[in-house]
């Protein structure tokens, strides 16, 4: 499984974009990169997941370099609301065990 | 309509004896996992049943069982409960077994005294 890292904290005011970079050098051709969301007291909730380029959803994109090596979760126009851990990480297609590192913590100020 | 539901919230007991923590899915996934959450917010899997078989045990004390009646539910009994048990608990399924993205319960939060 590859290690992830990914900053400790960030601090966010409302209404801005935010990008959440999370490196994993050691990632391998079958892996795909997902990232979760967990609000206090809440399990963790799937965002969004992508192999390479780019990813777009309601609530996120996901931007990820030609060599993979890293990765950036994108929150446009962030609210109060999106206060929460947010975990990357690095699975293989058909492995269906989640490993989750310590984790961003956002925080949105008004 | 709650997805994946776990029973009870909280649990408060004392330390050596026996509880159990029930989960729940109505989604009609065939595979099911448990993860224990410590205070420092670490996220490790515990065990993971696919159509009622165990795929994934990890190392955990063997004072820790799961079962799995049918495919919606899997339940975790713990004997003889200890103080570095607590933690909280989330049940979580998926599609398929090699799905990756899984669907997790609110938790249920253990505390041994």
């Known amino acids: 499984l590859a290690k992830t890292t990914q900053p400790i904290s960030m601090d966010s005011y409302e209404g801005q974009e935010v990008n959440i970079t999370c490196s994993h050098n050691?990632?391998?051709?079958?892996?795909?990169i997902t990232w979760y969301q967990q609000f206090p007291s809440q399990g963790p909730r799937f965002i969004i997941q992508g192999y390479k380029t780019k990813v777009t959803n309601e609530v996120a994109s996901l931007f990820i370099p030609a060599d993979r090596k890293s990765s950036t979760l994108s929150l446009p126009r962030v609210s109060l609301s999106d206060t929460a851990v947010y975990y990357c990480?690095?699975?293989?297609?058909?492995?269906?065990?989640?490993?989750f590192g310590t984790g961003t913590r956002l925080l949105v100020s008004p | 309509d709650t997805a994946v539901s776990q029973t009870p919230k909280y649990l408060v007991t004392q330390m050596g004896n026996d509880k159990s923590i029930k989960c729940e899915q109505n989604l009609g996934h065939d595979t099911m996992y448990w993860y224990k959450q410590d205070s420092k917010k670490f996220l490790k899997i515990m065990f993971s049943?696919?159509?009622?078989?165990?795929?994934i045990n990890e190392t955990v004390p063997n004072r820790f069982s799961p079962k799995s009646p049918d495919k919606a539910h899997l339940n975790l009994h713990i004997n003889s409960l200890e103080l570095g048990d607590s933690a909280v608990y989330f049940c979580?399924?998926?599609?398929?077994?090699?799905?990756?993205?899984?669907?997790f319960g609110p938790g249920t939060r253990l505390l041994v005294l």
């Open positions: 990480l690095v699975i293989s297609l058909g492995f269906q065990k989640l490993v």
């Open positions: 050691n990632i391998a051709t079958n892996d795909y």
């Open positions: 979580a399924s998926s599609p398929r077994r090699d799905q990756e993205t899984q669907y």
């Open positions: 049943y696919n159509n009622k078989e165990l795929i």
